[in-house]
């Protein structure tokens, strides 16, 4: 099976009616702009720049695909609640991921990135809810973690499970730190895990 430093840029699209055909198996990368979601990619693909690390958070407005293996793909979908950006453009940006997330049948997990400094905001809360409906996979990323002490580390990712577990059992969470190399290989073993044998089949629904 193809490792995912095997990645391969394919194609961006800015409006759900653009997407590319929904063959194979899909993991989407989501999170708050300026968690460090592109880092996270790049970190897993042990590549430097192949998502884009943007300096200005809320600056990436589409959503990229990149191949990492046969009708295997990673999906950068756009950062989301970023200030300084025009309400319409989240508003698009609000239609754009919600619409991905809702209807994609070959998403096989949601990879969420958030900040272990501010974990569970209301838009990350948001983000998941969009996820309920079809029962969607997630995995937690808790970025950022080597800003934190061990026992703050340790304190956020049991506050944060006991928390998911309660509103979102399809879920599961972990320390990660794209600088220190914290966590990158259980993510990773995650990612392929989902990926599977690359079949195109629509993620399973809580009680089928």
């Known amino acids: 099976m193809s490792t995912l430093r095997n990645i391969e840029f394919v194609t961006t699209v800015a409006d759900t009616r653009a997407l590319p055909p929904a063959h194979g198996a899909e993991v989407a ?60 453009a989240r508003a698009h940006w ?20 958030m900040d272990a400094r501010h974990p569970l905001t209301g838009l990350d809360r948001q983000l998941i809810d969009w996820l309920k409906p079809a029962g969607r996979p997630v995995h937690v990323l808790l970025s950022k973690s080597d800003k934190l002490n061990r026992q703050q580390a340790s304190a956020t990712l049991h506050r944060v499970d006991a928390a998911l577990q309660r509103d979102y059992v399809n879920c599961s969470v972990q320390l990660f730190s794209s600088t220190r190399k914290i966590g990158i290989v259980e993510a990773a073993a995650k990612i392929r895990q989902w990926l599977g044998d690359g079949s195109n089949k629509k993620p399973p629904v809580k009680g089928e």
């Open 29 to 88: 990368f989501a999170g708050r702009s300026n968690a460090g979601k592109s880092s996270a990619i790049n970190a897993l693909a042990q590549r430097k720049r192949m998502a884009f690390v943007s300096k200005t958070p809320g600056r990436t407005q589409h959503i990229n695909f990149f191949r990492v293996g046969p009708e295997r793909y990673l999906v950068d979908l756009p950062g989301y609640g970023y200030a300084a950006v025009p309400a319409a």
């Open 94 to 113: 609000n239609e754009l991921i919600g619409g991905y997330l809702q209807t994609r049948t070959c998403l096989r997990g949601v990879v969420l990135i």
